[in-house]
């Protein structure tokens, strides 16, 4: 039995097959451990390794050089430790573990355990400084790993091992006087932390009673925050695939440490792994839903989960990942590379009704779309928002989140303006209070109708969010997608018994090049991709709009790839005013120049808001064909 992931000799194992096979890795680790070294450390989040921020000697452990709190949470995980293990494991210097102890050793001189006299203050989950308990539980991981990546140097002598196991039971008797709610994602990464404590210092009196209660929290976590879907309920991608590993780590440490997890707590790991899955776009990065970074590979969530549930179907359907390394250990891991090597993506729809997400594919395309709730404080206010990629490029995208700063960057990246779907009378769907807090009421999502079948993918949904405005305003969506016809339709309908304005928005990749036209009295758009051949028309016909005008222009928006960056974007805004029904159908025809078939040619092209209709004719090649849907229709002939 192991009191942690792997042995020293295969910790060894794992460094050199780190440095071999992922220099790059390998080579950024051993920057941050020599600059840690010095007690300069990267802003975190960010994997900005050209910006060094110094913190002082001794390290001011509550030094933060701007406004945003998550710099001292950041800070006071101490991730940077890992850094400086595996930097020690490729290369033996000394210095880096002298970092390590003079590191832990100023933190707990100048953060002594906090007497609160207010239980709802310990454990409410914004609190400042370095014991809210969300840094408790993962400081002491960063602390163990890094302690057993140094473990065999004579530096880590008995009076520093001594001083590291009071540290663990401080943090041990703090995560157990202490318990957050087991409705936010905080508890998972309280527990897993006590857990990891518990398989270590698994001599101490207390380390049973600290297993059980971490495992029993977990497990009240996993059936509070995991819907029947397998969705973390936070519905945003980043915290889903965040709670696959907070979640995964001491279900396998549990199996190493000889005291496993529940058949049930598997289980819901692996109806966890089908929504991370099914997310995956056909360039291998996941759509980024609310406060998620632009590009992630869930994949690599699939190679973790796939290993811990020996599940090689599961693992094969993973992506190479440098962390499962140090988890599963050199051999393992290869074995896991091996399993992939011939795996081959599906290409099939997949819904979560329940939820309220529809990921639509085909050999072509990927469609996501969100009819779901607002899923929380790292929910944005971005229903009917969504994300289409057709032959890998990428057309219409989520923007990201950039930043939990208060302030007008943060309400833009969570606002309805951000994202691709409509705003009315410039309100985002949900009232927006702070950061990390949405007013009432909040916008709900419903799904009217959904196919997926041979031929094309079609969704009807609508929302709530702007019925509590004067002369309440429903929007409802149609999107068709043909599989071997290259066409999208998005019909737009809003309904409202006053005057409003409304605006329409679509985020393109930053590398699109967008014209503006106007063809037969409708507003046109061409969109070029330079670096994929692929090109993207669009026309615009409108019906019930105020004097039938109806305004596109080209705007600037913004994206951000990773947290705390941000670039610009393209974006094609339509704006018009209107009252009672209105709609507008917007036709998407994407092309690409080594097509033999010949572009498609939309012939004719009707929308009538009082019968809520919507027609198109169109000839691609020789063929001709004609769509018409209505309130519960769908006729596509050809």
Not at 69 to 97: I, S
Not at 328 to 356: D, M
Not at 400 to 428: C, M, P, Q
Request: some cysteine; glycine content about 10%; aromatic content about 12%.
């Amino acid at each position: 039995m192991k009191d942690y992931y792997l042995t020293q000799p295969e910790l060894r194992s794992a460094a050199a097959y780190y440095a071999l096979h992922f220099p790059q890795e390998a080579h950024d680790s051993v920057l941050i451990a020599d600059h840690a070294v010095n007690n300069e450390f990267i802003v975190p989040y960010t994997g900005d390794l050209t910006r060094w921020i110094p913190l002082g000697n001794p390290v001011d452990w509550l030094h933060n050089p701007g406004n945003d709190p998550e710099f001292t949470w950041g800070m006071n995980r101490h991730w940077h430790m890992l850094d400086l293990g595996k930097a020690y494991l490729m290369n033996g210097r000394p210095q880096y573990v002298t970092a390590f102890t003079a590191h832990f050793r100023s933190w707990r001189a100048q953060n002594p355990v906090p007497v609160i006299e207010s239980y709802e203050e310990a454990v409410f989950f914004q609190k400042l400084g370095p014991w809210r308990l969300l840094e408790t539980g993962l400081r002491v991981q960063s602390w163990i790993s890094a302690y057993k990546y140094m473990e065999d140097s004579p530096l880590l002598d008995e009076e520093f091992r001594s001083e590291f196991l009071a540290g663990l039971e401080e943090h041990a008797g703090f995560l157990t006087c202490y318990l957050g709610s087991t409705e936010i994602n905080h508890a998972i990464m309280h527990m897993q932390g006590l857990y990891m404590i518990a398989a270590f210092y698994h001599w101490h009196p207390r380390a049973p009673y600290w297993r059980q209660l971490a495992e029993e929290r977990l497990e009240l976590c996993l059936l509070h925050q995991v819907g029947p879907e397998g969705v973390q309920i936070e519905l945003t991608t980043h915290y889903h695939d965040a709670a696959i590993e907070m979640f995964g780590t001491p279900y396998l440490l549990g199996a190493l440490s000889g005291h496993p997890f529940s058949a049930w707590y598997g289980g819901q790991l692996r109806k966890m792994a089908a929504f991370t899955e099914a997310l995956v776009r056909p360039d291998q990065q996941s759509t980024g839903i609310g406060d998620s970074d632009w590009t992630g590979d869930g994949r690599r969530r699939l190679t973790l989960l796939g290993a811990i549930l020996a599940d090689d179907a599961l693992t094969g359907r993973g992506t190479g990942n440098p962390e499962c390394l140090w988890l599963l250990g050199a051999e393992e891991y290869e074995r896991c590379i091996r399993l992939q090597a011939a795996h081959t993506p599906s290409v099939s729809s997949v819904a979560f009704p329940q939820t309220g997400y529809y990921i639509m594919r085909d050999r072509q395309q990927y469609l996501f779309f969100d009819a779901a709730p607002m899923g929380g404080a790292h929910g944005h206010a971005d229903a009917l928002n969504l994300e289409w990629m057709w032959k890998q490029q990428l057309l219409f995208t989520d923007t990201g989140r950039y930043t939990y700063e208060e302030g007008e960057w943060r309400r833009y990246f969570k606002s309805t303006l951000a994202h691709n779907t409509i705003t009315v009378d410039g309100e985002d769907q949900t009232p927006y209070v702070s950061s990390q807090q949405w007013g009432e009421p909040l916008a709900g999502a419903r799904t009217l109708r959904y196919e997926s079948g041979s031929r094309y993918h079609f969704i009807d949904a609508a929302h709530d969010g702007y019925t509590r405005l004067p002369g309440p305003v429903v929007h409802r969506r149609w999107v068709l997608s043909g599989k071997d016809i290259p066409l999208m339709l998005i019909a737009d309908w809003l309904e409202g018994d006053a005057a409003h304005s409304l605006e329409q928005r679509f985020h393109l990749h930053p590398e699109a090049v967008p014209r503006l036209s106007a063809e037969d009295g409708r507003t046109t758009a061409s969109v070029t991709y330079p670096g994929s051949g692929v090109k993207l028309n669009m026309i615009w016909t409108t019906s019930g709009l105020t004097d039938e005008r109806f305004s596109v222009t080209k705007q600037e928006g913004w994206v951000s790839e990773i947290y705390g960056s941000k670039s610009e974007i393209p974006v094609l805004a339509g704006k018009a005013d209107f009252a009672g029904r209105a709609g507008i159908l917007t036709v998407c025809l994407p092309g690409d120049t080594a097509e033999d078939s010949g572009p498609l040619r939309v012939i004719g092209c009707i929308i009538d808001a009082g019968r809520q209709t919507a027609e198109l004719t169109y000839m691609y090649g020789a063929a001709a064909g004609t769509i018409m849907i209505g309130n519960d229709t769908l006729e596509w002939t050809e």
